[in-house]
């Protein structure tokens, strides 16, 4: 922390684009923590804001209810199949909170005290309170913190780049499903299956190879096991779908959104249920069915207003069809980015992309200078006009959604010669 200093001020947000108090223009290649739709200042969204503002600021959502978030609940539930009703809070790790208590809670609900246990992917992130905490796990994150959270059964990710010596990635990847159904049989215990869907971001963008998600949802169908899905940082067009598990086919129980939600504007998350875990907390006033949690600003109206026009947004301007295209781009750069020596991997999808950083392609050793990689690269993105944060030793792309197909290009350009200006330094250090 100390190796920061002080931090450069952003003043104003135009598009794509980041400015800082002295003038210098950024563009934001991690839309503003991976959140950010149609650009800054987008004037559609700033109007809702506004208008909704002058109309009703908060009120709560405890015995009461408010227009924006009736009708935010009915477009979520339109677009996201199998699912029934929505739980609003404030933040992606709140509405990952709110997921695991709904799945324990159900169990209850419905006279099974037995299943208490949750089943995760290894290195899976999913927030940074303590539950959310506990459900992921990337060691370098939450290690300190270790005794602290509850045990989950973690299962790996079969992951291209590093396969066990002995299998074809084919082969690891039933392995790895043989594990988990193994687990399955003996254990009746488990009430949930949580993880990201479509790719771990956070843990490294680890892309599931075709099919993965698929079969862990049939796994817990067949085992009654409930299936719950992170769509916080992978929904929304993320990874080129409206909604991941409509893609990978794999309907969940339950499923949380959050980030791009709002288009990036204010905080907001929603966690959807099907009809059977809703019905399951019907109960009378005495069975004590009900879930106790909530939060201040719980279906938060200004909020609501904001994530309808970015619903709104979408389909007028057709955006899912608009990321495909543009996220053509990336591609066009593989080529050029795998040359350089220090990249061992690229691993893209939609608007995501990681680039490993290693020291020996051969020995796929991952970069790790004593000094922050993170800081010589955000010095280095600045030198060169972009905002760049890294994770460890992958270098992160997540720009707006609504990007240009120019301005990525200018991105991609751009990450190109920091990585390069970037070698340098991290080899020396
Ligand atoms: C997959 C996933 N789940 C949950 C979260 C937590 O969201 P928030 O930072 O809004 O609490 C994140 C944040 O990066 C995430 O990537």
Redo the contacts with the bound molecule.
Sequence with gaps: MKEWGSFDTITKGKGVWLIDSKGNKLLDGVAS??CNVWGHSNPELVKAITNQSKKLQHAPLFNLTNEPAEKLADNLVKISPGMHKVFYSD??????EIAIKLALQYWKNIGDEKKTEIATLKNG????TFG?MSVGFVPEFFGKFKKQLFSTIQFSVPNKYRIPKGFTFLDYQNHCLENIEKRFTKNSNIAAFVM?SGAQ??GGVMIYPKGFQKKISNLCKKYNILFVL?E???GFGRLGSMVQYDEQKSIPDIV?F??MLTGGYL?M?ATLTNKKIYDSYLGEFNDWKHLFHGHTYTGNPIAAAVANENLKMYKKNNLIKKIQKTSKIFEKFYQEISEIDIVGDIRHKGMLMGIELVTSKKKKTPIHPKKSINKIFFEEGKKNGIYLRTLGNIVMLVPPLAISEKELDFLLNRTIKTIKAAKSKLVNC
């Design positions: 923590m991976w933040n992606g790790s709140t509405a990952m992130y999913h927030g940074d959310a990201e971001v956070a992170d916080i940082a992978t949380a959050g980030k905080t998350a």
